[in-house]
């Protein structure tokens, strides 16, 4: 049985792929997510990510890209030198709800989290269901995270990994080229 820090170093890249892999479904197969989870409507990049890039001996590199107008060009530039996601911003609507949660690659904790506004407590008795919808929102939210997840995992594990891998270079290369020339 593997101990837990040494399991926790070998497979924290797992999440880090989820994130980048996550980023380029979201901008190449966003009807995937209805297939993942039926009440998605949307999921796009909120605004924040953080990419890393380790070197051999030591070295890390890390890029944080942040801001309602932040462009994704430096970031697609540090995928071409192999630096994967290690933390993102998303945002997923269901109907006309939407959360916005901050992923973190390396042991995929959530932070951030924003759910629906519920609404307002106006008597002492409805403080009870106020409570009861807000768990239901942020039950919502992991749910949504778990299932993207194991779909994923099912991906990375079968046999399509190296087609979907394939996939993902080209994605990164043409985003590349298509910024270098305009």
Known sequence: MLDIAV?????SFVGQEFL???WFISETQD???QKVHEEITDLRLGNR???QNRYGDDRI???TI???TAGLEEAMVALQKGAVVTEMQIIFTSGEHEWSLTLKGEHLGLSGLKTPETASIKEIE???GAVIEKFFLIHKAYEITDKLFIHFIKIRTGEIWNNTLLLMREWVKKSNEGK???
């Not at 399991?7 to 497979?11: P, W």
Request: aromatic share 16%; hydrophobic share 40%.
């Open 7 to 11: 399991a926790y170093n070998r497979f």
């Open 20 to 22: 980048t892999w996550l």
């Open 31 to 33: 009807d995937i997510f």
């Open 49 to 51: 990510m953080v990419l």
């Open 61 to 63: 590199e890390t890029l």
């Open 66 to 68: 942040k801001g309602d």
């Open 126 to 128: 409805e403080t009870e």
């Open 180 to 182: 270098i020339h305009t």
